[in-house]
């Protein structure tokens, strides 16, 4: 059952089943995968729904299909086992996999607590397997972009990050176990953020302060986030994550302020005209702006250019560069980025900044961290 790395580094495919047939896998892992077609190979897939299976089969060609995981994973002997079930549910079937010979990718969020997480990162051990994350968004073209300018001679240093986020609730996207968690906000579209923070500041925050008000009481989960990052010398970064407003939706706006320029990226697509006058040149301007997925602008003043751009689903050609990297790893024998170790970090932050909404004091990350090793 354990395939061993030479036999890996040799092969033409690797082999990939998936436990969930869900929207993740729909709509994010089956068209990275397709990206990845000359590398991968998705032989079986797996749900307890059996609609998710008939359309996995049907519309998804995936022609061996189960109701469960342990006998897809006898019967197809993949290599990497892709985890996109409800959150709940990711520990035990990754150690299952695990435990079975198999690398793991997992849905973010890894785990519901940081010793469960830190259950797994000794599984992988003990087991020789590694396991990834799917917190992809820093392989988006937009992130990827604006790393590549920090510490450039046009940006110089990162010295503060902006987030934001305004997003509409509604009864399809509360449907089902996301309506069920009181941690919903932070947990589940928070970490995307706290790993992008990690990502551009190449360090980790030392304090985290977080507020949660909660203006409509009838609400059940946390619908505004308002967090600060603070790093040991001195940057910062503050993050807004607000599902109660009725204006615009924009997915996730970062603005990153460098000692030189600052770069401003979007996810989203827009098509947007602008005009109107720079009053402190008293010059007109006008500007057309067409971006599908996204958008990374470098911005100096009232000067700016686009600098990167995703296609229509930057979520799905950015999890397939980071499952690129993953099977690259694990055929070379290397330890991949973004590993269940390397994610207990952000994991971490997402757990302080409710700890710290609910105590209303700001978390010190290393007693944090020192709590749970
Ligand atoms: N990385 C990203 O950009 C991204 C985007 C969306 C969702 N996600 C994550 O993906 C995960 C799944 O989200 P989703 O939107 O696909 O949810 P979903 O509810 O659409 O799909 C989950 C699937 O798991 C199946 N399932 C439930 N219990 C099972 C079991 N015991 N065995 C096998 N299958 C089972 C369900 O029937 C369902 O089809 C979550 O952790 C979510 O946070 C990540």
Not at 26 to 46: D, E, F, Q
């Amino acid at each position: 059952m354990i395939s061993n790395l030479n036999a890996l580094k040799n092969k033409d495919s690797i082999r990939v089943a998936i436990i969930g047939l869900g929207a993740v896998t729909r709509n994010i892992h089956l068209p990275a995968y397709s990206i990845l077609a000359k590398k991968i190979k998705v032989v079986g897939g797996c749900d307890t729904d059996v609609e998710a299976r008939k359309t996995a089969r049907e519309k998804f060609g995936i022609t061996e299909v189960f109701d469960n995981p342990l006998k897809m994973i006898e019967s197809t002997v993949p290599d990497i086992v892709s985890v996109c079930t409800p959150p709940f549910l990711h520990v035990e079937q990754t150690l299952m996999a695990l435990e079975n010979g198999c690398h793991v990718f997992c849905e973010k969020p890894l785990a519901e607590s940081l010793p469960r997480a830190v259950q797994i990162v000794k599984a992988a051990e003990e087991f020789g397997r590694q396991v990834v994350v799917n917190n992809q968004f820093p392989y988006m073209n937009i992130h990827l972009g604006a790393k590549r300018m920090i510490g450039s001679p046009e940006f110089g240093r990162l010295l503060f990050l902006q987030a934001w986020q305004t997003f509409h609730p509604t009864h399809d996207t509360e449907a089902g176990w996301r309506g069920e968690l009181q941690q919903r906000l932070c947990f589940e579209f928070g970490i995307h953020v706290f790993e992008l923070a990690r990502y551009f500041f190449e360090a980790e925050p030392v304090l985290i302060s977080a507020q949660m008000p909660q203006p409509q009481p009838d609400k059940f989960s946390d619908t505004l986030n308002l967090i600060t990052l603070e790093f040991a010398d001195g940057r910062a970064a503050s993050i807004i994550l607000n599902r109660l407003s009725k204006g615009p939706e924009r997915y996730l706006d970062m603005r990153l302020d460098g000692e030189l320029a600052s770069v401003h990226t979007s996810i989203g697509g827009s098509v947007g005209i602008k005009a109107g006058i720079h009053t402190r040149e008293k010059r007109p301007f006008l500007g057309i702006d067409f971006v599908k997925g996204g958008s990374a602008v470098l911005q100096k003043g009232n000067k700016s250019k686009i600098i990167a751009k995703d296609g229509i689903n930057p979520f799905a050609s950015s999890t397939a560069h980071h499952f690129g990297n993953f099977i690259k790893a694990i055929q070379e024998g290397e330890t991949p980025p973004a590993t269940a170790q390397d994610n207990l970090k952000t994991l971490a932050l997402v757990f302080a900044a409710y700890e710290s909404a609910k105590s209303r004091c700001a978390v010190k990350m290393d007693e944090y961290l020192g709590n749970i090793q």
